[in-house]
C-alpha cells in the first residue's frame, strides 16, 4: 500500500500531528522509524511522501517517491546521488524553522567574544578573580560593521537582531536584487573581497552548493580587519580550515565561533581545539526544544497543498540546492 515515512520514531512524533497527517492521507499507510533499513527495507518501495533528515539513497531511488520533505535546511546528501538531477521527486526542506535559534547562537558567540565570557568562566572553573588586561579592554558592538554571507530567513533575523545593537549590515545574495528592511546594503556574491575590509563581524550563513566551497580562503583572510570575528553557522565546507587556523595564528583576524566543519565531528587533531581565540559548537545552532514538532508542521502544511495540487513552501531548486523563496 503506498506509504508515508517519518524518519522518526512513534514516541517523537506529537500525537495531534499523527492525526493530521492520516487525516489529510488516509488512503496512505503511515510509518515511523528512525531506521527504515534495518526494520523493513522492503518496505520503502512503497514509499510516496518522507520526511526527515538525510534519507537513505535507498529511499531516494526507490522508483516510487514522490516528495521528500527534508528536516534540515541543508541539502548536502543531493550531491552523494549520481544525477540527482534527473531524480522525479519534488524536495523541500525546513527552511525558516532555524531563524530564532541561529540568531541568538550567533549572537552568543560573539558576544561570548567580545566580553571575554571564555575567559571569565575558565577564571571560575579555576576559582581565579581576573579583571582584563591593561589596555585589552572588553569590547562592544555597537557602532561595527556586519557582513552576512546568505541573507534568506536566517540571516533576516540575524540582520534584525544587529540592527537592535545599532550594527551596520552588509548582506550578500544570490540575488541581491531582493532586499531586507533589516540590512543597509546588500549585494552579490561577486563583491564579497571588496566588502571583506570593512567588516567586524563576517556571518556566513551559506547553504552548501557545488560553488561554496572554499568561498572563505586565505586570500578572503589576508583581507580582513585584523580585528574581525568570523561566524560560520553555515556549512564547513564553505571555509578553507587549513587557512583560517593560519589567520587565527598569525593575527590576520581576531577570532571565529564555529558551528559548522569541513569533517565532522571535528577530529581529535584539528588545531581549531587548542586555539584560544577560538569557540567551537558540534554543529548545534539549529537546536530547539520543538525541532521535530516545527518541521513536521511545514511536512503537514506542505502535505495539505501537495494533496491539493498546490505550490510547496521551501520547494528545493535541484540546480542550486536551496529553496529560491529564501
Known sequence: MATILLLRNPDEVNPDQISAIRDLAP??????????????????????FSAGFKPPHELILNGRL?????????????????????????????????AIPMSEHTFALILAH?????????NQIKGTWEGTAPGAPMETIAGKTMLILG?????KRVAKLAQAHDIKILGIRRQPEIGCEFVDEMHGREQLDELLPRADYIVSLLPSTPDSRHILGAAQFELMKPSAYLVNLGRGMHIDEDALIAALKNGSIKGAGLDTYEIEPLPEDSELWKLDNVILSPHCSGDQPDYTYEALSLFIKNLKRFRNGESLINEIDKGMGYSLTH
Open 114 to 122: 567580545e566580553r571575554t565570557l571564555t575567559k571569565i568562566i575558565r
Open 27 to 48: 488512503d496512505h499507510e503511515l510509518w515511523m522509524t528512525r531506521k527504515p533499513l534495518d526494520e523493513n527495507p522492503d518496505r520503502l518501495k512503497e514509499v510516496e
Open 151 to 155: 541573507v534568506g530567513a536566517i540571516g
Open 66 to 98: 514522490k516528495w521528500h520533505h527534508a528536516f534540515s535546511a541543508g541539502m548536502d546528501w543531493m550531491w552523494e546521488i549520481e544525477d540527482y538531477m534527473s531524480l522525479p521527486m519534488v524536495l523541500t526542506n525546513s527552511s525558516g524553522i532555524h
